[in-house]
């Protein structure tokens, strides 16, 4: 098997090296791109039907009916496809990698005075210094164009940027610097602040002493005779443009007690503030309106508890006697589901300004939640809206992004059908110009319309990776209700390997597995669609892409 692996990555290697030449020679050929014949929504208000963009050197040329492409632009073929402006992530990591957490007490001569850094107190720190690439394709295949970016950490993780999700060189990337500053309630290990508490006096502490520092050195300008020359931490120091009104503070309140906590030290400093990764915005709604701040909801949605069926009714009386209290807790939990799934359209109607944030919750999920809030009452215009225009505006770039207009960066998202109905499809993203073109796989009719496939037994796979088809046998067992795969190479039969993280929904099955050789390691995950005795799918290792994967049962009946 692991010739097998080798294989593959050799091969992908050589298949990214062709694909980025061909993009360069795409890219030498014409840096316009014409989109005909498709319904614009420019805005989440305005709809123009079958209608044409220009896109010429990045930037959004013309929109509308009736325009001619130029000779040297690039058609792409959308016919009749939905073109929306490419939404825009209002706050997550993407981007940062992830700093290791340590348990062990911190070496340092004073706890209750810790160096700030060890205290998680870096606010000065710059997101756009140490940016690399994790999540960016993530992010751009979910629809999105543009990403908010915060550097990861405790209380005061630092200063945020705005990115481009191009795959430009990062310089080229960054849209903002320094745009705003990070901060959670996140107390540090064994140190000072280790609470709550002295995670708000800390804060406290930190804008009292900038706001002393600006009369200091105001105070130094006019008349420095005798007057030592202001000098103060880099902490401090990051707190001026808050105390100045310069910056906003993203503060991530996930939780109803956090938003109050926040916004009672927001009522008594007086920054500007948004509310950030919100998930319990419904019993505190009052106070927000109140505030009259800009909300970002959280869009990871908790799984509903649904009630299971009874499987034998002639159980003794000790099992058929209801458990009151298990009774009032999956009401409990019903209801915070609803309360949950509801607030967004709460927010709407309250008229307060959203969008959403992505700190914890899983772009590849955006498509599923977002329809479940309109399921729950959010209408698609408003939902269309929290992904688009509230976001640029709240960030301060309306005039470069969130709609689609004449002059405008070209971030677009093209999808088969209207974005928000279930089959839609996200077929074509262009960022900053740039065009990535996604596989639409239509899936197959099932053999018994509405019955799942039985998938146990043995399958003979075709990988079709460019230069090479790569085959072999898939076998597949099933323990209880859980799936065990293992599948065999034809060039190395003798070394089979095991899937793990398999997921079977009847028709739909996924699996991952990772490759590891040379020093290099990739993860690579499958998904195929089966009929009786037939699947097909694609098998995916990372950036190098996804590769058609298709396979019939060995010996069907």
């Known amino acids: 098997m692991q010739k097998f692996i080798f294989s593959i990555f050799t091969l992908l290697w050589g298949s990214q090296a062709f694909a980025q030449i061909d993009y360069d020679e795409y890219k030498s050929v014409s840096n316009k791109l014409f989109v005909k014949d498709v319904i614009i929504h420019t805005d989440h208000n305005n709809v123009i039907e079958y209608g044409s963009i220009l896109i010429n050197d990045g930037i959004i040329e013309n929109v509308g009916k009736g325009i001619s492409p130029p000779f040297d632009a690039i058609t792409i073929d959308a016919d009749s496809m939905h073109v929306y402006a490419a939404f825009i992530d209002a706050l997550s990591n993407t981007g940062m990698k992830a700093a290791e957490e340590k348990d062990e007490k911190p070496d340092v001569k004073f706890p209750g005075n810790p160096p700030d850094e060890v205290a998680g107190v870096t606010p000065y720190k710059e997101a756009f210094k140490v940016l690399g690439k994790s999540g960016i394709k993530e992010m751009r295949e979910a629809g999105f164009g543009i990403s908010h970016v915060a550097p990861i950490g405790r209380m005061l993780p630092g200063q945020t940027c705005i990115i481009s999700l191009s795959d430009k060189p990062m310089q080229e990337k960054l849209i903002a610097t320094n745009h705003a500053m990070f901060s959670q309630l996140k107390?540090?290990?064994?140190?000072?602040?280790?609470?709550?508490?002295?995670?708000?006096?800390?804060?406290?502490?930190?804008?009292?002493?900038?706001?002393?520092?600006?009369?200091?050195?105001?105070?130094?300008?006019?008349?420095?005779?005798?007057?030592?020359?202001?000098?103060?931490?880099?902490?401090?120091?990051?707190?001026?443009?808050?105390?100045?009104?310069?910056?906003?503070?993203?503060?991530?309140?996930?939780?109803?007690?956090?938003?109050?906590r926040v916004l009672t030290l927001q009522k008594n400093l007086g920054f500007n503030l948004v509310l950030t990764d919100v998930a319990q915005a419904f019993p505190v709604i009052d106070k927000i309106k109140s505030a009259n701040i800009a909300v970002l909801m959280s869009l990871e949605i908790p799984e509903k508890e649904e009630e299971k069926e009874k499987e034998d009714k002639e159980e003794s009386a000790e099992v058929e006697k209801v458990d009151l209290e298990m009774e009032a807790l999956k009401k409990r939990k019903a209801m915070a589901y609803d309360n949950y799934i509801n607030q967004v359209d709460l927010l709407s109607k309250n008229n307060i300004q959203f969008g959403f944030s992505w700190l914890e919750a899983k772009p590849k999920d955006l498509h599923k939640n977002i329809r479940t809030l309109i399921e729950n009452g959010l209408s698609k215009e408003n939902a269309l809206k929290a992904l688009t225009t509230t976001p640029a505006r709240i960030l301060g770039i309306s005039n470069i992004a969130g709609s689609v207009q004449k002059g405008k960066i070209a971030n677009l998202m093209i999808s088969t059908t209207d974005y928000f109905d279930e089959k839609a499809k996200i077929k074509f993203m262009i960022v900053d110009g740039e065009l990535h073109e996604y596989e639409v796989k239509e899936k197959k009719k099932k053999a018994n319309a509405g019955e799942a496939v039985d998938i146990v037994g043995t399958w003979r796979y075709e990988a079709k990776i460019p230069g090479n088809e790569?085959?072999?046998?898939?076998?597949?067992?099933?323990?209880?209700?859980?799936?065990?795969?293992?599948?065999?190479?034809?060039?190395?039969?003798?070394?089979?390997?095991?899937?793990?993280?398999?997921?079977?929904?009847?028709?739909?099955?996924?699996?991952?597995?990772?490759?590891?050789?040379?020093?290099?390691?990739?993860?690579?995950?499958?998904d195929v669609d089966f009929t009786e005795n037939e699947f097909e799918g694609t098998i995916s290792a990372g950036d190098f892409g996804s590769f058609p994967m298709e396979g019939t049962r060995e010996n069907p009946e």
Do not use: C
């Open 187 to 260: 107390s540090a290990p064994r140190v000072f602040p280790g609470t709550m508490i002295g995670v708000l006096t800390k804060w406290k502490e930190l804008y009292k002493q900038a706001e002393g520092a600006i009369k200091h050195q105001n105070a130094f300008k006019l008349s420095n005779n005798g007057m030592q020359r202001p000098a103060y931490s880099e902490s401090v120091n990051a707190f001026i443009p808050i105390v100045n009104k310069e910056q906003s503070v993203y503060f991530k309140a996930h939780k109803a007690k956090d938003i109050h």
């Open 470 to 526: 790569t085959t072999g046998k898939m076998v597949v067992k099933k323990s209880g209700d859980d799936y065990e795969i293992e599948f065999f190479s034809d060039d190395d039969p003798n070394d089979p390997s095991t899937a793990e993280d398999v997921e079977f929904d009847g028709t739909n099955l996924t699996y991952g597995f990772m490759i590891s050789e040379e020093g290099f390691s990739m993860d690579i995950s499958v």
